[in-house]
């Protein structure tokens, strides 16, 4: 698989010829359970392949229990935190989702409650940048357990939070035991306040909630992330993974057998969708209202045309009687009130043919 991938970067490399890297980003999966060796391999291919500028974000997704030192299938290695930031990665994002052991055992996490802690507790003598993962509107968390999970991540200095309601996806051990009514059906009404509480509390220590689901103290926002709402470029690399030019989106297949085969037979395992004018707006509108960058009048007037803009006005009317939408120099953006509805909203205002 690791040579798989690094001959997709290799057979990718002209896609980017006129572009600098500025994130590599692994995630997607749990690329933490790579070798250090691997990860340092595919680092050098990105760097042997394409421009990357001086000091680009490098950031890794990782459970608390992969970053263990003690990890069985690691007996050699004295700390992996810190041998992580040695091969040149800048950024952790660990997916913490709670402090406590119900709440993980119900979500069906591999770590528990003691590696949630410590793991952040040994990362934050490595690494400055850290994101943590944190789930509100699970059935049980109480507002007391909910406002102390937040304080742990303030009291360790953790930089940038990112923040989810609790879904029940479907053909999951919670989606069983929700229909079996062993556990109730998760709460809007309460995910809703522990939101409005989260967004209070970061706000008051010093975060910045520039996207729904993400608070980052300044110089602390995800480049990565940034990158994709902002509708930049950028190019995926593995089973599954999507990429974008501005124009077109394009995906690889899921299977990894397949992906492999592919491209030992030198052929790239993707498929690609031209994007019309209407899935460029529903798209810009969708992650527009989603940021602090808001969805600009002008160039929805400029990239897609007047009528594109009238529409948008007149389906946002009702929202910005509501209070849910406000429009500041020439800006549309979700106010207080909106932001937890801002999906929902979006597609009030998306174009249908």
């Known amino acids: 698989m690791v040579q798989a991938l690094a001959k997709e970067i290799f057979m990718r490399k002209d896609e980017f010829k006129d572009e600098t890297v500025e994130t590599i980003y692994f995630g997607g999966g749990t690329p933490s359970i790579l070798q250090i060796a691997d990860l340092r391999f595919l680092i050098d291919e990105v760097y042997r ?27 050699n290695e004295r700390n992996h935190i810190k041998e992580l930031k040695e091969i040149g990665i800048n950024r952790l994002s660990i997916g913490i989702q709670s402090f406590y ?3 993980l055992k119900l979500m069906n996490r591999a770590h528990n409650a003691t590696e949630a802690l410590a ?26 357990k909910w406002a102390q999970n937040i304080q742990t991540l303030l009291d360790l200095g953790i930089p940038h939070i990112s923040s989810y309601a609790l879904t029940v996806e479907p053909k999951t051990a919670l989606a069983t035991l929700v229909k079996n009514g062993k556990i109730p059906t998760p709460d809007d009404g309460v995910a809703h306040e522990q939101f409005l509480y989260l967004v209070d509390t970061l706000e008051k220590n010093g975060f910045v909630h520039y996207e729904l689901s993400n608070f980052g103290k300044e110089g602390y926002f995800s480049k990565n992330n940034s990158a994709y709402w902002l509708g930049k470029k950028y190019i995926g690399i593995g089973p599954s993974a999507h990429s974008y030019d501005g124009k077109n989106r394009s995906w690889n297949v899921a299977n990894n057998s397949l992906y492999v085969k592919s491209l030992a037979d030198n052929k790239l ?23 602090i960058w808001g969805v600009s009048l002008e160039r929805i007037e400029k990239e897609f045309g007047v009528a594109y803009l009238e529409y948008l006005l007149q389906n946002a009317y009702f929202h910005l009687k509501e209070g849910k939408l406000e429009i500041t120099n020439q800006i549309l953006k979700t106010t207080r009130k909106g932001k937890f509805f801002c999906d929902g909203i979006a597609s009030d205002l998306f174009f249908v043919n």
């Open 49 to 75: 392949n394409f421009n990357v500028s001086n000091n680009p974000e490098i950031t890794i997704e990782a459970n608390p229990d992969d970053l263990s030192p003690n990890l069985s299938f690691r007996p």
């Open 101 to 103: 052991e119900e709440d």
């Open 119 to 144: 793991c952040l507790q040994v990362a934050t003598q490595y690494f400055d940048n850290i994101t943590a993962d944190l789930i509100y509107g699970i059935p049980g968390l109480t507002d007391e």
């Open 269 to 291: 395992p993707s498929e690609i969708e031209i994007l019309s004018l209407t899935d460029r707006y529903n798209e810009y509108v969708m992650t527009g209202l989603r940021t």
